[in-house]
């Protein structure tokens, strides 16, 4: 056996073992590996700091939270069914770089990713950017929206300004991202008691000004 090849063995080999060791070890691991700071994951997660400082802590009970342990799955683009300490029902993560189409309906609790959270996924895949590296990119305060985007708990933004960071950083010209934002738009105001057919005029101006504010034109 070459020694290139016995190296790489001995990598994957290294890698399969801390991956199967406890949950405090796997995520450090995971943060030494991307150079992820604590404060910055603890803010991909939703948690405190010291939170992050007790979860790395091996002689502390890891977290059982369904929640927090989906995002953390998330941000390490695994199954959350692979820690112990997960009670949910296992689901493809489908902004995962290594896992199945983004189209995936697979998500716990039945959760569906709807058509504009998907755009922003396929986008995210065409760039090649994994989850950690995406999450860099963005604000403090979009990175957990952007993580429950990824879990199906969360919509689109309507928040155009949240949008346009997340366009900049996708490289997503306004046109492209325009339709789904005006679907979710039109969506919130239906649920919130708005009549579409009744205020069809209302909405179609409403829109149009929005376009016209965007520099839109009707087509795009």
């Given at each position: 056996?070459?020694?290139?090849?016995?190296?790489?063995?001995?990598s994957?080999?290294?890698?399969?073992?801390r991956a199967a060791?406890s949950?405090?070890d796997?995520l450090s691991?995971?943060l030494?590996?991307?150079?992820?700071h604590k404060?910055?994951?603890?803010?991909?997660?939703?948690?405190t700091?010291?939170?992050?400082?007790?979860?790395?802590?091996?002689?502390?009970?890891f977290s059982?939270?369904?929640?927090?342990?989906?995002r953390i799955?998330?941000?390490?683009?695994?199954?959350?069914?692979?820690f112990?300490?997960?009670?949910?029902?296992?689901?493809?993560?489908?902004?995962?770089?290594?896992?199945?189409?983004?189209?995936?309906?697979?998500?716990?609790n039945?959760r569906?990713?709807?058509p504009?959270v998907?755009?922003l996924?396929?986008?995210?895949?065409q760039?090649?950017?994994?989850n950690?590296?995406?999450?860099k990119?963005?604000?403090?305060?979009?990175?957990?929206?952007?993580?429950?985007?990824?879990r199906?708990?969360?919509?689109?933004?309507?928040?155009?300004s949240?949008?346009?960071?997340?366009?900049q950083?996708?490289?997503?010209?306004?046109?492209?991202?325009?339709?789904?934002?005006?679907?979710?738009l039109?969506?919130?105001?239906?649920?919130?008691g708005?009549?579409?057919?009744?205020?069809?005029?209302l909405?179609?101006a409403?829109?149009?000004?929005?376009?016209?504010?965007l520099?839109?034109?009707?087509?795009q």
């Amino acid at each position: 056996m070459n020694s290139s090849l016995s190296s790489a063995l001995s990598s994957s080999a290294t890698i399969h073992q801390r991956a199967a060791g406890s949950s405090s070890d796997r995520l450090s691991f995971f943060l030494r590996e991307n150079h992820l700071h604590k404060k910055d994951f603890a803010d991909m997660i939703g948690v405190t700091l010291s939170y992050v400082y007790n979860l790395l802590d091996d002689t502390q009970p890891f977290s059982t939270r369904t929640t927090t342990l989906e995002r953390i799955a998330i941000v390490m683009e695994t199954d959350p069914a692979t820690f112990s300490e997960y009670k949910g029902s296992s689901f493809q993560n489908g902004a995962s770089l290594n896992g199945n189409s983004p189209a995936s309906s697979d998500y716990p609790n039945n959760r569906l990713i709807e058509p504009g959270v998907r755009f922003l996924i396929q986008r995210q895949h065409q760039l090649g950017l994994s989850n950690v590296q995406l999450l860099k990119r963005l604000p403090k305060g979009l990175r957990l929206n952007m993580v429950d985007m990824w879990r199906g708990s969360s919509p689109l933004p309507l928040d155009w300004s949240q949008l346009r960071i997340l366009a900049q950083v996708l490289e997503i010209p306004n046109g492209e991202l325009y339709h789904y934002w005006q679907a979710r738009l039109q969506q919130y105001l239906v649920g919130g008691g708005i009549e579409p057919m009744e205020n069809m005029g209302l909405l179609e101006a409403m829109f149009r000004g929005a376009r016209q504010y965007l520099s839109l034109h009707s087509g795009q």
